[in-house]
């Protein structure tokens, strides 16, 4: 349980991070911004029309007696409002990091360099071409597994209870799993993890990613919040990723110190 606690402070250190690079900070938020324009859109038009998809899909419910119908078609609508949130959630930070591929990378490399005894950062030594493919293509099949993982739970919601009390708090740990896999990725595939390697050293260390990215995806439910959150998100999933490989973090603690840094873990 202890792990909980570390990738919570992972993800604190992260944000605290960016506040003291306040340049690095102001830039992270364009990819965010464009990002959640298009999110926004696209869950405003499915609150106003997710009735009607719902009432096309299920044509055998017109016949049915007052007030079942509306009840069991308000119920679907809600469920699929809310399988779209779990989806919006994961994906997001996909499409963020997507889009603000070169930035992300950038902010990486410099918390690599902060916190490394020796000062240095891994690089994949690849063209930025080869780093967007690969990234795009690992993003998809993430999004192919949370969307695996979005279409069993819409199932499990209508069991009796369990749909309203378990599933809810499962979707929670899956989506913090996956955005953690999103955002450590950046810091992964610099160092050649490839995706098969990244999964395993999760899976290994999952109350670790639980407590860093399931917060991280309950405040995304916030609006606006997780384009703020995006950058310290980044600069955090790079500790626990030096983490999740066993490397030496020295994090600055106090510029006032003689050498300005201590070893913190």
């Known amino acids: ?3 909980l606690g570390v990738g919570f402070g992972y993800l604190l250190k ?4 960016v506040a003291r690079n306040g340049r690095q900070y102001g830039f992270g938020l364009l990819p965010g911004l464009i990002t959640l324009v298009l999110y926004a859109a696209a869950l405003v038009a499915l609150a106003m029309w997710g009735d009607d998809l719902v009432a096309w899909a299920t044509p055998f419910a017109d016949d049915w007696d007052s007030p079942w119908a509306g009840l069991f078609r308000g119920f679907l609508t809600a469920v699929l409002f809310a399988l779209a949130l779990l989806l919006a959630v994961v994906t997001f930070t996909a499409v963020t990091l997507l889009v603000g591929q070169p930035f992300y ?3 990486s490399e410099r918390v690599d360099r902060d916190v490394s005894p020796d000062g240095s950062a891994p690089e994949s030594g690849l063209p930025l071409w080869r ?3 690969i990234s795009a293509r690992d993003s998809l099949r993430i999004v ?5 993982w979005g279409i069993l739970l819409f199932g499990l919601g209508f069991v009796p209870f369990v749909g ?4 809810p708090v499962i979707g929670f740990l899956v989506t913090g799993f996956f955005l953690t896999e999103e955002l450590a990725a950046v810091a992964l595939q610099r160092r050649g993890v490839e995706l098969r390697e990244r999964l395993t ?3 290994a260390r999952k109350t670790l990613v639980w407590g860093f990215g399931t917060p991280l995806g309950l405040s995304f439910l916030v609006p606006f919040v997780a384009v703020f959150l995006m950058p310290g998100a980044v600069a955090g999933a790079t500790l626990l990723a030096r983490d999740l490989l066993g490397e030496d ?4 603690e106090d510029d006032d110190t003689p050498d300005g840094k201590q070893v913190a873990y």
Not at 14 to 17: L, S
Not at 144 to 148: I, K, P, Y
Not at 164 to 167: A, G, L
Not at 249 to 252: A, K, L, V
Request: charged share 35%.
């Open 105 to 107: 990378e950038s902010l």
């Open 249 to 252: 973090i020295d994090e600055d």
């Open 1 to 3: 349980m202890r792990d």
């Open 144 to 148: 192919v597994r949370a969307a695996l």
């Open 201 to 203: 050293l999760l899976r």
């Open 131 to 133: 780093e967007l493919w």
């Open 164 to 167: 309203q009390t378990v599933v």
């Open 14 to 17: 992260g944000q605290r991070w």
